[in-house]
């Protein structure tokens, strides 16, 4: 499997994003439609989609999504998965043909839970056994990649348009209370399956538009801590970072967006002091997890969405409110197009996250 | 000649429609289509309703271009001549570039408003907003002429920070009771005199008179005017030479 890192494409990219914060399921057709309307933001080199809610029916497992370049490879990985995992359910990850989309490598999909023993023996929580899992695959095992291992998540992407990549795995035919969607115009990397967006790691999901000149810093930084970056794709280490701090540090996603999307040493200096305090501290302890460079992110989680731009604002992003539906998206026409009477619109300031939790109000900074 | 744009393909028909027409245009149901009024040559005007892509008017050249809605990014990018209305907000980058013609912005602008707007020899660009501005208000400045007028904001300041980062030419007015402070060295600050407020007048009256807007009360507030700071020039910025 040819991976990324052989050449540099200059570049922008889309991204947009729906959640019902009732938790109310919709058609993932409607976040298809969204993305279809920023076409020329993306170049036909990748698209992809995270739907959240898509499993209930086998919502306590892990959803496996992998590609495979060969059936051996294949047999490979599901002999480790065998291994460390009861796989309760596998097939196939259902797929139209398509003249758009081409060259698709082998797509499956695995509901697991890991094998008790196995996780008694390793000491570690259900998430990390998981999430280490993942990464043995994706840099030990040939021809092999995990996309997607969250519960009652799952991501799908693919080389092409977003919106053909969104007909490729008939998106229209799942429901859940959130979904996200990427249109790629890669800037550093040929563009390959497994390097669209949404890069994924347990229940987190990112899509990005930007380009953050901080990579190699971040990427060294987050690999002490037993992450493997294997794409050189900027997005994989933010997904890792938000990983780190929300998972295994405990931040909360406010003061992840402080730690990443850091104020300046001049605004903090303006601030009272117990909040000065306080960003003080994050930009010292954390300093190595600064982003730096345009970025606009959705991130996704187990139970919301985060939206967050960087600093200087080099990336646009628009956020609206229609009754339990919060709309996100690189464009405010991308909005329009899911709901034309929107009640209430608003850009967030460079650093300023939104964050929307099921069954509660809409974070503001 | 109206013109629905569900029923044109992309933004080259549409704005294939728009060049070759000999009437005005009025553009329904826009939503993204980009670059709509490309270079759009003076005696037409277009209106669109919806939501314009980015860089609606982009190049402009003596148009005039009408939104009832919100636009989006760049809008009036490199625009030399004419006038684009907008009765709604602004995104990013509003009037990047541009060195001729006029901007009225009826609701708020996004980040960065004109961004690198320059003067050229007789040109001289105008952008009025009507409400607030976001962050680097007139980034890069280095002529003609940027009016915020905080309509709404009147317990805020009706901008964000550093603005006029890496000004080196241009007027940017506020108008606001509060104080504005931790401006770029580069940048400096006075309560508008009344000659300076004669400067930017005609525009207030224009803009009054397009939205419908009370104008006694936009004439006799309070304006701050920022300029170059010729005391702090940026020699010693980037080398000590």
């Known amino acids: 499997m040819l991976r990324e890192g052989e050449f540099r494409i200059p ?11 009732t938790g109310k399921r919709f058609s993932g057709g409607t976040i298809v439609d969204s993305i279809a309307v920023m076409r020329e933001r993306s170049n036909g080199l990748g698209g992809g989609f995270a739907g959240y809610g898509i499993y209930p029916e086998y919502k306590d497992y892990y959803a496996l999504h992998v590609f495979y370049d060969t059936q051996k490879s294949k047999a490979e990985c599901e002999d480790f998965l065998d291994r460390h995992f009861d796989i309760i359910n596998l097939s196939k990850i259902p797929t139209a043909k398509i003249k758009e989309i081409t060259d698709e490598p082998l797509i499956w999909r ?45 991501v799908f992407k693919a080389v092409g348009f977003p919106e053909d990549v969104g007909r490729f795995y008939r998106l229209e035919e799942y429901e859940g209370w959130c979904f996200t969607a990427h249109g790629r115009y890669p800037t550093n990397t040929p563009g390959w399956w497994g390097g669209a967006h949404p890069f994924a790691l347990l229940g987190y999901s990112v899509v990005h538009n930007g380009e953050i000149s901080s990579y190699d810093a971040n990427r060294r930084n987050i690999e002490m801590f037993g992450y493997k970056c294997t794409l050189q794709t ?4 933010i997904t890792y970072i938000i990983d780190y701090l929300h998972r295994k540090k405990g931040l909360t996603l406010t003061e992840i967006s402080s730690v990443i999307a850091a104020p300046f040493w001049q605004e903090i200096r303006a601030m009272e002091p117990e909040i000065r305090q306080k960003h003080e501290y994050l930009r010292t302890m954390f300093s190595a997890q600064l982003i730096t460079g345009p970025f606009s992110i959705l991130v996704g989680f187990d139970g919301g969405l985060m939206a967050l731009n960087d600093r200087l604002k080099l990336r646009s992003m628009v956020v609206a409110e229609k009754g339990s539906k919060v709309f996100i998206s690189s464009e405010e026409a991308a909005i329009r197009v899911m709901e034309p009477e929107i009640e209430k619109i608003w850009s967030p300031r460079g650093g300023e996250p939104v964050i929307i939790k099921l069954n509660d109000e809409v974070v503001r900074g | 000649m109206n013109v629905s744009a569900l029923k044109v393909g992309g933004f080259m028909e549409l704005n294939e429609k728009i060049r070759s027409a000999d009437s005005d245009v009025h553009i329904t149901d826009c939503c993204g289509q980009r670059f709509m009024g490309t270079a759009l040559a003076k005696g037409k005007k277009l209106t669109i309703t919806g939501t314009p892509g980015n860089a609606a008017g982009a190049y402009l050249n003596g148009g005039v271009i ?3 809605g919100n636009v989006q990014d760049a809008v009036g990018d490199t625009m030399n001549l004419g006038k684009i209305i907008v009765h709604g907000n602004a995104g990013d980058a509003l009037g990047y570039a541009m060195r001729g013609g006029n901007i009225f912005i009826r609701g708020n602008a996004g980040y960065r408003a004109g961004v690198h707007m320059k003067a050229y020899k007789d040109l001289k660009p105008v952008i009025v907003i009507g409400g607030s501005a976001g962050s680097f208000l007139g980034e890069y400045l280095a002529g003609g002429l940027l009016v915020v007028l905080g309509i709404g904001a009147e317990e805020t300041l009706p901008v964000g920070n550093f603005i006029g980062t890496g000004m080196h030419g241009g007027e940017i007015f506020i108008r606001t009771k509060k104080k504005i402070a931790d401006l770029p060295a580069q940048v400096a600050v006075n309560a508008a005199t009344q000659d300076d407020l004669a400067r930017i007048k005609p ?8 939205f419908e ?13 920022l300029t170059p700071n010729t005391q702090n020039p940026y020699h010693l910025m980037y080398v000590a030479n």
Do not use: W
């Open chain 2, 213 to 225: 807007v009370e104008l006694e009360s936009l004439l006799e507030d309070n304006y701050y005017i």
């Open chain 1, 234 to 237: 900027d997005t994989e280490v």
């Open chain 2, 66 to 68: 009408e939104v009832i």
């Open chain 2, 203 to 210: 525009h207030i009256m224009e803009f009054a008179e397009l």
């Open chain 1, 11 to 21: 570049s922008g990219c889309a991204i947009s994003g729906v959640i019902d914060k």
């Open chain 1, 110 to 154: 695995y509901f697991v839970t890991p094998l008790p023993t196995k996780l008694a023996e390793s000491q570690m929580e259900e998430s990390e056994f998981t999430a280490r899992c993942v990464f043995r695959i994706n840099t030990q095992f040939d021809g092999v990649y995990v996309f997607s291992s969250g519960k009652n998540m799952g």
